[in-house]
């Protein structure tokens, strides 16, 4: 009966020691706690004394005691062995756990860290056991007890196998934790010094050589009388820039006005600059202001003015020459005072030389022109830009999603064909479609890059598949829409994955590319290809190149990835 009695007395301590022992996970944040008061338990609870965690130097490689209860400072401090040296060092080496029954009679047991002459005189056994973490042994967990208890030594060997995971698992968050916290301080250190940035106060962020040197140029040109051209790509911020040489001038006080000469139709477009007069037109049931009267002793920013036709063209050349403009069905000029900023993506030289644009015009526009670079010009300006937008994305959907390593490092490799606006978009949709865990991965990023570049536009690819799997006889088409015998080289990034760059050009890998009559003469027809057998090595070859991965690959050949599959499908290749 006494038996029993002892029996459910050492269950329920064993139970205690593991329940308690696993509440401390949660711990994790300061392991020296969680882990002291693991070996605190197993001490009172169980008489496994003086317990120790001993983890590997990244330098040296010797175990020195990380953790430890029941040893002084100088025991602690004696607690290191090289690789194989002592028990420790050997359960170390082969991640097998040892048990020394009597410490006395094993040779191997060196009595380093705690002197003999300290220990009981009776019999002391030793126990130790590899802390394990994804099959690597990353610590030892050992500790001494009197050799002549009830227990058996391999049951409280079992106890501290378990014990360990618990430790490992601490080990483990603490890590992440740290990893997390560090990102954090980076990402805080970054926005801090974005903050400080030479634009940050106008929204325009990075901190890249070519970025500078624009906003070295919008510095110089603010408080100067002089219309400024901005060159750039679409979406590289041209309308930030007219504000920041607004809201850095002089003229900050005044209105800032901006048009988009490509949004508003050309029959429109004059009276909307300009204005009108009551009864100057059909509809016109009272007096206007045009943007350019509205933007007296302001600014006016005229977008995307390789837009403007040639009638247009003469009247604001007008404008910047008098100082004056004259509404619709107007004869009396009104003065203005207006500082003109003008915006093109296209090259007002090619449209000079093409008759499309006036010389004169150019001439008085092209005083002082600022080039904005694109985005994949913008070294290290996407990892801010990143992180900006992710902050933003954050604050308007109420979330807490981070990068991971991969998607920061898939979103610096990326080209960007879109610049800063197509950054942003792809950051705020991560946002909303990042799982539980709130980690945006590279997966997820590339995901819906593919899914926006695979958005047909009537007119720009060679085939559309049909929604249902129902071939339609294609009708006969020129040489130039022929598919490529052999397969053609697909081209790597030299980082192990796709050239963005020639997904954005399929001509740059030897994918045939129609003509623009050609495409008209395909759209109006709207038929649908045939899968023929020769594109199966070319499949084959892009899903190779893909890593097996059908969405890429689908991008590769300038597909959706329904497109691919289907014919993955059809070829008896899925």
């Given amino acids: 009966m006494k038996q029993i009695e002892r029996l459910d007395i050492a269950n329920h301590s064993e139970y205690v020691v593991i329940k308690e022992a696993a509440e401390q996970i949660e711990n994790a944040y300061d392991p020296q706690k969680a882990i002291h008061t693991i070996l605190s338990l197993i001490s009172r609870q169980m008489g496994l004394n003086r317990g120790r965690v001993l983890l590997q130097e990244s330098v040296t490689g010797f175990l020195y005691t990380a953790y430890a ?4 400072k100088d025991e602690i401090a004696r607690g290191r062995f090289a690789m194989r040296e002592g028990i420790t060092g050997k359960v170390m080496h082969t991640g097998t756990p040892v048990i020394v029954s009597d410490i006395d009679k094993e040779d191997d047991y060196l009595c380093r860290t705690v002197d003999r002459s300290t220990l009981p005189q009776e019999t002391v056994a030793f ?3 590899p802390i394990v973490r994804n099959s690597v042994v990353i610590g030892v967990l050992a500790v001494n007890r009197l050799a002549n208890r009830n227990r058996p030594l391999d049951k409280d060997l079992g106890i501290l196998k378990l014990i360990s995971l618990f430790i490992s698992e601490i080990l ?4 992440m934790l740290e990893k997390q916290t560090q990102i954090l301080k980076e990402e805080n250190e970054q926005l801090r010094a974005m903050a400080l940035g030479q634009g940050s106060q106008y929204g325009i962020i990075g901190e890249s050589p070519s970025l500078m040197s624009a906003l070295n140029k919008v510095g110089r040109a603010a408080n100067a009388s002089v219309t400024v051209l901005l060159k750039g790509e679409s979406g590289t911020g041209k309308e930030k820039f007219s504000r920041m040489l607004h809201l850095s001038s002089h003229r900050q006080d005044g209105p800032f006005i901006a048009i988009n000469c490509a949004a508003i139709p050309q029959d429109l477009l004059e009276s909307e600059l300009f204005g009108h007069e009551k009864g100057a037109f059909t509809g016109a049931t009272q007096t206007k202001q045009g943007k350019i009267e509205l933007a007296n002793h302001g ?4 977008d995307e003015i390789g837009d403007l036709d040639l009638g247009l ?8 020459e008098e100082r004056s403009i004259t509404r619709v069905g107007a004869t009396k000029p009104i003065s203005v005072d207006a500082r003109i900023i003008v915006a093109s993506h296209k090259d007002l030289h090619e449209a000079v030389n093409s008759g499309k644009f006036r010389l004169d015009l150019f001439y008085r526009l092209n005083v002082f022109p600022i080039e904005l670079p694109p985005l994949r010009e913008r070294e290290g300006d996407i990892r801010l830009l990143a992180r900006h937008f992710l902050n933003q994305a954050n604050q308007e959907y109420h979330a807490s999603a981070i990068f991971d390593h991969g998607a920061m490092e898939f979103l610096e490799l990326y080209d960007w064909p879109g610049n ?3 950054l942003e978009n792809v950051v ?3 946002v909303l479609l990042a799982d539980e865990s709130r980690f945006i991965s590279s997966a997820l990023i590339e995901r819906i890059i593919a899914e926006e570049s695979a958005i047909i536009h009537v007119g720009q690819v060679p085939a559309i598949e ?3 799997p129902k071939l339609i006889e294609a009708p006969v088409v020129s040489q130039e829409w022929q598919r490529p015998q052999a397969p053609p080289p697909i081209h790597n990034n030299g980082y192990g994955g796709v050239d963005f760059a020639a997904v954005q050009q399929p001509e740059r890998m030897g994918f045939p590319w129609p003509s623009q009559a050609a495409m008209d003469e395909q759209s109006e027809k709207r038929a649908y290809w045939r899968v023929s057998e020769d594109e199966s090595a070319r499949l084959q070859q892009a899903l190779e190149m893909a890593h097996g991965n059908k969405t890429r690959a689908a991008l590769l050949l300038n597909m959706t990835p329904r497109q691919f599959s289907y014919r993955l499908k059809k070829l008896g290749l899925a």
């Fill in 299 to 302: 600014t006016l920013f005229l």
């Fill in 420 to 422: 800063i606006r197509q």
């Fill in 313 to 320: 063209q003469a009247k604001l050349l007008r404008v910047l």
């Fill in 127 to 129: 126990i130790a056991t």
């Fill in 69 to 72: 209860y029941g040893l002084t």
């Fill in 172 to 175: 483990a968050v603490n890590t």
């Fill in 428 to 430: 705020k949709r991560a």
């Fill in 466 to 468: 049909p929604e249902a």
